[in-house]
């Protein structure tokens, strides 16, 4: 939970899921993107960090996104190769349901994740 102030904006960034990889181009797949609500001052609220692609034989290969430690809500995302959902994604009534927030298969993209606001 997070406090809000009224009369005040705040800049909500919906980040999307990593695109896939094209063995027939060359294109490797790409990271997820970061989701976040900031306030006009430059403070942090909320933060999620976009997973990281698979297929790059890097240290950061198909790993969750990263955290904001200077964040009111962030946490560490888990890894696209244990299968699991988003937290919470079994609740999400849209399009994808259960896939909500889910790494992609080998060669393809991760789903978009979620937030819920409330007034």
């Not at 809000?4 to 999307?16: A, F």
């Not at 960090?49 to 996104?65: E, P």
């Amino acid at each position: 939970m997070i406090s809000v102030t009224p009369g005040t904006l705040y800049l909500i960034n919906v980040g999307g899921g990593g695109g896939g990889a094209n063995l027939l181009n060359g294109k490797e797949s790409d990271d997820g993107s970061t989701s976040s609500m900031t306030s006009l001052d430059g403070g942090t609220l909320i933060f999620a960090g976009g997973g990281f692609a698979s297929g790059h034989l890097t240290t950061t290969d198909g790993l969750g996104g990263s955290s904001d430690p200077a964040a009111a809500i962030s946490h560490s995302g888990i890894s696209g190769f244990s299968g699991g959902a988003a937290f919470g994604a079994n609740f999400c009534p849209g399009p994808l349901g259960i896939e909500t927030g889910h790494g992609g298969p080998q060669l393809g993209g991760g789903q978009p994740g979620y937030v819920l606001l409330t007034w």
